[in-house]
């Protein structure tokens, strides 16, 4: 079983609406989470955090945790063509040795249609 | 300011030579990170240095071998690599540390690695 996963994609989306992304992880001791944003050919590139169950809003950006049913999403509201990129979930796993480091999903590739 | 630095942006080498790929911040962040990213598909983790000190070797093939001579530099030595170690090399940094599960990670703008 993949410790995160995301849906590939494309989603596609016409533009001025919502897109919804979402990821789940297999490992009930996670605690933080990540969604990045990376365009072609170009790094990843931070959009939000979010450690605690509910909703934290950034601008257009909302991400939501579920930490019950091991879920995780990001909502885009009012989806420009320049959204249209691939979005990475990462989340924080502990190891043996009581250190940390990320696991990504697969990403899921978003087209805001103009 | 979250800036990570990587040179050169592309680099073309042929199997039997050796190449550096570098990294560089100047945020005082303690853990710099290398990740290997193909063509779709996500980074992954090669190594880890968390205060100067390598912390995480992802199994990763000895023809490459990290340096990290300061907490603002992190270097990768490249040596008789494969035509499938081609791919885009991102660096990474955080503030904290390995110890911090909230720890965040920006990255740089990535090297294009191109081996022939």
């Known amino acids: 079983q993949k410790e995160v996963e995301q849906n590939s994609g494309p989603l596609s989306v016409p533009e001025g609406a919502i897109a919804s992304l979402n990821c789940t992880y297999s490992?009930?001791?996670?605690?933080?989470f990540f969604w990045y944003r990376q365009y072609s050919g170009k790094s990843p590139e931070l959009i939000m955090s979010?450690?605690?169950?509910g909703d934290k809003e950034d601008g257009r950006f909302t991400a939501q945790l579920n930490k019950a049913s091991q879920y995780v999403s990001l909502l885009i509201r009012d989806s420009q063509p320049s959204d249209s990129a691939t979005y990475l979930c990462?989340?924080?796993?502990?190891?043996?040795?009581?250190?940390?480091?990320?696991?990504f999903g697969t990403g899921t590739r978003l087209k805001v249609l103009a | 300011d979250t800036e990570v630095t990587q040179t050169p942006k592309h680099l073309v080498m042929g199997m039997t030579n050796k190449k550096s790929l570098k990294c560089e911040q100047h945020?005082?962040?303690?853990?710099m990170y290398w990740y290997k990213q193909k063509a779709k598909k996500p980074p992954e983790l090669m190594f880890v240095?968390?205060?100067?000190?390598?912390?995480i070797n992802e199994s990763v093939p000895s023809r490459f071998s990290p340096e990290c001579p300061n907490s603002s530099l992190l270097n990768l030595h490249l040596h008789a690599l494969q035509p499938e170690d081609s791919a885009l090399y991102l660096c990474?940094?955080?503030?904290?540390?390995?110890?911090?599960?909230?720890?965040?990670?920006?990255f740089g703008p990535g090297t294009r690695l191109t081996v022939l």
């Open positions: 990474a940094s955080s503030r904290a540390g390995l110890a911090d599960l909230t720890d965040t990670q920006y």
């Open positions: 490992d009930r001791v996670s605690q933080s």
């Open positions: 979010i450690y605690s169950n």
């Open positions: 990462a989340v924080n796993i502990p190891s043996v040795s009581g250190t940390y480091k990320y696991i």
């Open positions: 945020m005082g962040h303690r853990a």
């Open positions: 240095y968390s205060y100067e000190k390598l912390s």
